[in-house]
């Protein structure tokens, strides 16, 4: 009696060309992303306006009251933007921001001067006469005072309440002080009543945020379209860019990718532009601020042209580089190279030199793709317990992989096994399931975790490639959680209109898990008889 070998009929080398595949892609993605890319000079090293809120110490938030901002922070901030900026805009007047005027003074700076309005009339009136006393002390050093920062975008007042507190604003200021008011460009266009309530329109344009994100190589030009049709709308009034930037990191919308070398590009060409046109702009913003990432995702927290230690991210000439450090990416394959020999020669049923390169190849993917995911950590953790559980999955995820990497290396040396990885299918199927529906229903700030799912869900593809004998058997609930993945999968690609490529890479992560479980159904083992 004997039993039909699989691998005497399953060809081995998709299974190779997959883990070649899998290696060398993440090589190529770590070594790409430390090239030098060449970009257009900005015209000076010097920028005329940038937002200033100085939140960007580790607890420090402007929704904490208890927050306050020192003098002695303020100082050492704009000593340090002084160098970079002629002028500065902050928002609020509270927790200590009354002291920018002055110290802003010390360096030759302007301000622009905010006012927050929000919900509460008696916290507007107190933003009010902060601003007056500024100003009154001050005079010299306001460019303007903005009463309200994207009020009606919140929906907390309505404009016949803006033009009040305007009003307010303007009877309370010196008369050499001009007000306005900073919305989202389409807002102003829904109430143009609320021109006559300021000396100049102030909008925002931020292309990465738009409800049809527009890509860094068209974003000047829509910035541009957007400045023209504004000022047709209110000829005679003078109209400014109050917000405009571009992210260094955080999840693509679209073709708009967040990355260091696309906040260069786009800073860089919208300051030519700015200069070629005398436009009145300011750029947001001057740190990058962790607290922003509570509402925003990781995105929010890296608008900054500084980084959080008030050190500058990119020069404003020369060539740029995403990843100047992206050698730890080979470095981190190596080290997972050697751990897969380690652990999956540990007791091993094979001979020969093909086990041992399965386990090289697979260590080195698995490798690059835990640098990328741990990279996306370091951008997107902040509290102790988001560091726990993305460190918690990482090290599952290490594991399925060693457990299915020493299955491979048995099947190609000649040896078929099962793999111990096969119990954590069903959990890896729920968790991304879980996950799909979160960017299905609410993934406008959701990451990509691609380096994470990537390791089970080549593992499993590839084992599936041998043969149905090389997995165990799936159940019903894997088969229902593996129908579900594509179709999860699918509608994220249709949401980003096919044009965010990490979106298609998100939905070849389902596809990829999903095929196990449907082609490990049980089956009948035919014996011969003989």
């Known amino acids: 009696m004997s039993s039909a070998n ?8 998709p299974v190779w060309l997959g883990l070649w595949f899998a290696a060398v892609a993440g090589l190529a993605w770590w070594w790409a992303a430390g090239r ?12 005329a306006c940038v937002s200033y809120s100085p939140y960007r110490r580790e607890g420090q938030t402007p929704y904490d009251p208890a927050t306050f901002i020192s003098p002695a922070q303020i100082d050492a901030d704009l000593r340090a933007l002084s160098r970079r900026f002629d002028c500065v805009r902050t928002y ?20 622009l001067l905010g006012v927050w309005i929000g919900r509460d009339p008696v916290a507007n009136q107190r933003e009010i006469a902060l601003a007056a006393a500024a100003a009154r002390a001050h005079p010299g050093v306001l460019r303007g005072v903005i009463v309200g920062n994207e009020v009606l975008l919140r929906g907390e007042q309505t404009s016949a309440a803006l033009a009040g507190y305007l009003r307010q604003a303007r009877a309370v200021l010196p ?17 143009p009543e609320l021109a006559g309530s300021v000396d100049f329109v102030t909008i925002h344009v931020l292309p990465y945020w738009e409800d049809d994100p527009v890509p860094p190589e068209r974003a000047v030009q829509h910035v541009a ?96 580089v995403e990843i100047p450090r992206w050698w730890l990416g080979p470095l981190a394959a190596l080290a997972m190279a050697g751990l897969f020999v380690m652990v999956g020669g540990w007791r ?10 399965a386990l090289i190849v697979a260590g080195v993917g698995c490798g690059t793709a ?7 950590m370091l951008y997107a953790c902040g509290p102790w317990w988001e560091w726990a559980v993305s460190l918690g999955a990482c090290l599952i995820a290490l594991g399925t992989a060693l457990a299915l990497a020493r299955a491979l290396a048995s099947w190609l040396a000649g040896a078929p096994s099962l793999p111990a990885g096969a119990r954590l299918r069903s959990s890896w199927l729920f968790v991304l399931a879980y996950y799909g529906l979160l960017m299905v229903f609410d993934g406008r700030y959701r990451d990509f975790p691609l380096g994470l799912f990537a390791l089970p869900a080549v593992g499993y593809a590839l084992l599936a490639l041998l043969d149905r004998a090389a997995l165990a ?39 990829l898990l999903a095929v196990p479980a449907w082609r490990s159904r049980p089956r009948r083992i035919v014996l011969a008889h003989q």
Do not use: C
């Not at 008369?175 to 109430?191: G, I, K, N």
């Not at 929010?300 to 740029?320: C, L, N, R, S, T």
């Not at 835990?370 to 996306?376: E, F, H």
């Open 6 to 13: 699989p691998l005497s009929t399953r060809p081995h080398w």
């Open 36 to 47: 030098p890319v060449d970009l257009p000079d900005a015209p000076s090293a010097r920028i």
């Open 92 to 111: 609020s007047e509270g927790q200590g921001l009354d002291a920018v005027p002055a110290i802003a003074a010390r360096y030759g700076m302007k301000v």
């Open 175 to 191: 008369p050499s002080v001009p007000v306005t008011y900073a919305d989202v460009w389409e807002f102003w266009l829904r109430h």
């Open 225 to 320: 379209e957007v400045y023209a049709r504004v000022r047709a709308t209110f000829p005679g009034k003078p109209v400014m860019i109050g917000e405009t930037g571009w992210p260094s990191a955080g999840r693509p919308r679209q073709a708009a990718t967040a990355s260091l070398v696309n906040e260069a590009r786009y800073l860089r060409e919208f300051l030519r532009y700015a200069d070629a046109v005398h436009m009145p702009y300011n750029v947001i913003e001057a740190f990058d601020q962790a607290w922003k990432r509570e509402q925003e995702g990781t995105v929010g927290g890296y608008w900054g042209i500084f980084d959080a230690h008030a050190e500058p991210k990119f020069p404003m000439q020369g060539p740029v």
């Open 348 to 357: 091993r049923r094979w001979r020969g030199a093909r086990g041992w390169l």
């Open 370 to 376: 835990l640098a990328w995911q741990v990279r996306q």
């Open 473 to 511: 058997p799936s159940s019903r609930e894997e088969r229902f959680l593996a129908g579900w993945l594509p179709v999860l999968g699918a509608i994220v690609v249709v949401q980003e209109m096919g044009l965010n490529p990490v979106a298609w890479l998100w939905l070849g992560l389902n596809v």
